[in-house]
């Protein structure tokens, strides 16, 4: 780790990605004269919700939505809590919905509440390759399922659901359909005027905008209750616009949308570059999910029966950022449920390390982990001996 703090090289971008220089122009462009609050009528209100509208036509844009159909939340957190709890008030008499295991927390963790409220959850599970399979969603549909909410991208292992498939199957069968695309949206083409998606949760961070905006499409005539009352974004969503970081967010999309196809080519290879490298140098490696589709960014490495958390702060001493398989829980480290899904034990899902690359990444970064890699892994080896 650098003395500022920051690493030398970044790798996690799963996480959080570097904040881009074009984003942070358009934020102090935003705040320069002065902001307003964009439900103001006076000439500073007016230019602020300009700015808003500006940003609303690029997040829509990234994702073929109509600005209309983009509400504004604080994170990607809060778009899958306002889909999911906001389409179960709306529809109020069915009390069953289906979902993965391998979701990401904020959805698990909310399911697992509404479960005590009495809410029946079905829990489909993937295969050895972290693949979901589409005909299991749509057999697992009841008369009684109010909704099924499935991530597009899996955030540990890159792993992509066949969510336009599943999408079809759930227009045919009218039951509503909420993706979480939050690391899906700006690495994958997403066109929803050709996926009957009802709802899909995005996060701007993801994307090299700062933290503290995200957004929730819902689809038009689709109906979901407040989360937050008021009378901003459609009544959907109450309560001032964070407009920095809006408009962050939007520039972000524009960002990603102008060379989509381009990045992720560049960022596959990169991402091939180093699977290559390292089974190379550790040929006992295992990269999951590499028989599935998954998104060019990402690889979820296991290391064996070496600890994956000392691999990783060997990294961060050597200044390089990479995370973990696992999240770390109350009273030590719980492997990664999504590994454990996968059908791997204990040890080997405490042995994942995830790298996860962005637009500021280059050959040099790939480099600089392969250098490296013999000495951690050795230092590894030693201490578990």
Not at 190 to 204: H, K, N, T, V, Y
Not at 218 to 237: N, S, T
């Amino acid at each position: 780790m650098t003395e500022k703090g920051w690493a030398d090289v970044y790798l996690d971008n799963n996480a959080t990605g570097v904040v881009a220089r074009e984003c942070l122009e358009a934020m102090q462009a935003c705040l320069r004269p002065g902001i307003g609050n964009p439900s103001s009528a006076h000439a500073a209100g007016r230019r602020a919700k300009e700015f808003l509208r500006e940003a609303r036509a690029e997040v829509a844009g990234l994702v073929g939505a109509r600005p209309r159909e983009i509400v504004f939340t604080s994170s990607g957190t809060e778009a899958n809590h306002m889909a999911i709890l906001g389409a179960l008030a709306a529809r109020g008499g069915r009390r069953h919905i289906v979902t993965s295991t391998v979701e990401h927390p904020s959805t698990l963790m909310l399911l697992r509440h509404l479960e005590g409220a009495g809410m029946a959850v079905t829990y489909l599970p993937v295969d050895r390759e972290g693949r979901l399979a589409a005909p299991a969603v749509r057999d697992a549909v009841t008369a009684d399922t109010a909704l099924v909410t499935l991530m597009w991208a899996n955030n540990e292992t890159g792993v992509l659901f066949p969510i336009p498939e599943i999408a079809q199957a759930m227009q045919a069968l009218a039951v509503p359909l909420h993706v979480d695309a939050v690391q899906a949206a700006g690495r994958i083409p997403i066109d929803l005027a050709r996926a009957p998606i009802d709802m899909l949760s995005l996060s701007g961070h993801k994307l090299h905008a700062p933290p503290g905006a995200g957004a929730l499409f819902v689809r038009k005539d689709f109906r979901i209750a407040p989360l937050f009352w008021g009378h901003q974004e459609r009544r959907m969503r109450g309560g001032t616009e964070n407009l920095p970081a809006i408009v962050g967010f939007g520039s972000a999309c524009a960002l990603a949308r102008e060379d989509l196809e381009a990045e992720a080519l560049r960022l596959g290879r990169l991402r091939a570059a180093l699977e290559r490298g390292v089974v190379e140098r550790f040929p006992a490696a295992r990269i999951h999910g590499a028989c599935a589709p998954r998104l060019p960014n990402t690889t979820n490495i296991g290391f064996g029966t070496l600890d994956g958390e000392q691999i990783m702060e060997a990294f961060d001493r050597r200044g390089v950022a990479v995370s973990l398989g696992a999240a770390c829980a109350a009273g030590g480290m719980d492997p990664s449920h999504v590994l454990m899904a996968m059908g791997l034990d204990r040890r080997a899902a405490l042995g994942a390390i995830r790298f996860s690359f962005g637009r500021y990444n280059s050959e040099a970064c790939v480099a600089r982990v392969l250098a490296l890699l013999p000495d951690i892994l050795g230092e590894a080896a030693a201490r578990a001996a």
